[in-house]
């Protein structure tokens, strides 16, 4: 097969430059990254895709691309069923469980029941909540759910942060950690038989230029 | 379906001579909670071979799963094929925890082998065996896999399953299928149900496995009375759709001719469907009271190739319209079924 290797690239967002440049200290380079959905790279056997982050799980689970730099949240997030095969260790964030700071509730535990938690991250945010037995209802709101308890429509948010500030300027307080995150290379499973010479050979590479910095 | 299959055996078949061949092409059902994999009804089609545990049995199966992928058509067909027991039984002399036992399983999954030495320098993995899991992680052929045995009458069981990869790896050649079959030591999908060789069937073309299977010698014992090794695969049927779509297979659109018979005389219209419908041909009977006209537009509408008009009997001439063209003439029915007949 002559096929080239796909690598999709989160095409905005934070992802998106440490996306490119792990990839350029690997030897691929982007060539026409203003743009274009479909760029080819400085390696003749890899081309690169611009795709949401949060769409790229997805891509890799069903192949549409062979390879992905996504973060570990949202491949949870989307249940996809993909290799991670290695933690580039940039986009570090945290899952958190935040109510108003005037709040009476202070723990996951104290949650009462029926409780509506608003959150971009509705899969994982149920799973949690079966886990420890609480029923609520979880309200899907695609980003700013720090303004889901301002406005009225959920006690509880479930969301990402990395420095805090946001929840902070928002006067929410954290009352649980879900899950750690940072961005990884995904792989889909049937890709990597296929290409398991250029992609570990790619890995190699990967490792290589981050254990330089 | 293999716990129907299951059942349908300890209950159904207790005195069956063995070993015992079944097929099945099927609706199945699952519930999965998972936000992407929504297949929750698909039809597979897979065959258990049961009542027997020989390598003989192993590559029987393997080779009909290869053989049955190339028969619908696809190309560049390869199976990835485990082994579940001599991955327990590895974890299991290392001496590994529950939870352990998940992580060294979900490095193994990843391909993480810079995390799979962490751990087990981590976790003091003896040296003997850190190596085996190493030098297995990195086997592709079946045949790579006899470089590795482990010294000392505790390992055993162990060897003895290596030595029956080697087997199945020489029933394959005999076969002519070895080089389509590759060892993936991370396929650890439901161990603790297979317990010798597992396996996947994919293509290049597409991301997602066609189907797979295994060898589960402790499974049937679970319906009844009977201990029976057995062994076998299924495949899902959309998903080789898929895979011979990607491969730029076309599904041939069925070649029967569409009829419509048109009469005022209901009884030479009835008997006329019915003889072209023997003849394999997709007949209709014109059931309204429309004009002919208003035929050949619903006949154009609904793909109809020719719209029949019939007369009192059929020792006369019919008029067949080609929808398409316009075009009439008339025709002996005869003549037009030798036409257009199956």
Known sequence: MNKKIRIAIPNKGRLKKPAIEALGRAGIEILEEERAYVSKTSDPRFEAIFARANDIPVYVHYGAVDLGVTGHDLILERG???LELLDLE???????????????????GEVPALARVATGFPNITRKFFEKTGKQVEVLEVSGTAELAPKLGLAQIIVDITSTGETLKKNKLRIIGTILES???????????????????????????????? | MTAPVARIVTTRMPSAPEPIRLFYVNNVFRYSQSYLKREREFCQAGVELVGCNTPEADGEILALLISSLKQVGLQEVRIDLGHASLLKDLLNAAGLDKQQKVSVQGLLACRDSVGLKKFMEQNSFPSNLREAFLQLSRCRRLGEVSSISLSGSKYDKLNKQLESLLELQETLADYEIDDLVFFDFSLTKKIEYYTGMVFEASVPNLGLPLGGGGRYDNFIEKFGKLRLPATGFALEIGKLLQALTAQGFEIPESSKTKVIVASKFRDTAVEAVKLLREDGVIASLEITKRSLEKTMEYGKLTETDYVVSVGSSLKSPVTVFDVKSKVSRDVMLETFLEEVGG
Do not use: H
């Open chain 1, 182 to 213: 940072t961005s990884r290379l995904a792989c889909n499973k049937i890709a990597y038989r296929t290409f398991e010479k250029q992609i570990s050979e790619l890995l190699a590479r990967m490792r290589g230029g981050s254990e330089k910095e």
């Open chain 1, 90 to 108: 940039f986009g570090k964030c945290t899952l958190v469980v935040a109510v108003p700071e005037d709040s009476a509730i202070n723990s996951v």
């Open chain 1, 80 to 82: 996809a069923n993909v």
